[in-house]
């Protein structure tokens, strides 16, 4: 194999480690195609390099959720909560599809029967409840928009699990 070219390089490589690793499995991960094949007909093995395609944005996990609430029950999320089975979505065919958000997960809650009523909140594992630092403004810096208000009230919660255990710490 002619040097002067990078593909034939890389494949000399591959093996001299599979020459001095015999018991190790060397692997060549590359998007090139052709170096791939050259690979195989070298025995070789060589992989698709594939972390680079990411889920389509529906399927990713985005730590919120906008869910409608049942009228009678919006106004219950500032002083008890609401229950999850009070929360759903509407599906593209015009069906109610319950929902279970995940623990500490961020929600849009909408009122059902009105289009101007919306709150956020947080499921604690029970129960939807209130942001708890919504009103918060540290160093000065007031939230613009949803995505970081959210933002605001997981890291205000952290700081906190933080302060506690460091507390726990210090005295024992």
Request: charged share 30%; net charge positive.
């Amino acid at each position: 194999m002619p040097e002067d070219k990078m593909d034939n390089r890389i494949l000399k490589v591959c093996l001299g480690l599979q020459k001095d690793y015999p018991e190790e499995q060397t692997i060549l991960v590359t998007k090139d195609m052709l170096l791939r094949i050259k690979a195989q007909m070298l025995s070789i093995t060589a992989q698709d390099y594939t972390t680079d395609r990411i889920a389509k944005k529906e399927e990713q996990y985005s730590g919120r959720m906008e869910v409608y609430v049942e009228e009678e029950h919006f106004k219950e999320l500032k002083k008890k909560g609401i229950k999850p089975e009070y929360i759903y979505q509407m599906g593209e065919d015009g069906i109610r599809h319950q929902v279970m958000p995940e623990m500490n997960q961020f929600l849009i809650l909408k009122a059902d029967q009105s289009t101007k009523k919306v709150q956020l909140g947080r499921f604690d594992g029970t129960k939807v409840v209130p942001l708890q630092y919504k009103k918060s403004k540290p160093y000065g810096v007031s939230p613009r928009n949803v995505g970081q208000y959210f933002l605001q009230e997981a890291l205000m919660t952290i700081s906190v699990i933080f302060r506690e255990q460091n507390k726990r710490k210090s005295h024992h």
